[in-house]
């Protein structure tokens, strides 16, 4: 089932090389996630979780926001997931990313 959810960005990682011949090349968006799904334990503050999310190219597209990011201020997104629940639990899956409408405006008077 395809969802769509507004969540906080707070970084970006590319990845790309060749690891004993195999070859890798991945995005990880770091997200918020809701601390009362927790299932075991207690946490305290924000707890991101990475998604994969296209290839290294991917890193590109968000340069615009990265000082924005690198001051420690969460981009808003909004996201779409795939969701597959099983006997395990709940499965996400990133299946789209986007800055929110204001994500962009608010980002760029902060870098003026």
């Known amino acids: 089932m395809k969802m769509k959810s507004d969540a906080l960005l707070f970084g970006i990682e590319s990845s790309k090389g060749d690891f004993e011949g195999t070859k890798y090349d991945s995005t990880k968006f770091h997200l ?25 190219t991917e890193l590109l597209k968000w340069k615009h926001l990265g000082q924005y990011m690198s001051a420690g201020k969460p981009v808003p997104v909004e996201c779409e997931f795939d969701v597959v629940a099983s ?8 299946l789209g990313i986007k800055p929110a409408t204001q994500a962009s405006g608010k980002a760029a008077a902060a870098q003026a």
Request: hydrophobic content about 35%; glycine content about 18%.
């Open 32 to 56: 918020s996630v809701d601390l009362g799904q927790k299932g075991n334990g207690e946490t305290i503050g924000i707890v991101t979780r990475p998604f994969k999310f296209g290839d290294s």
């Open 87 to 94: 006997a395990d639990g709940v499965k996400l899956t990133l």
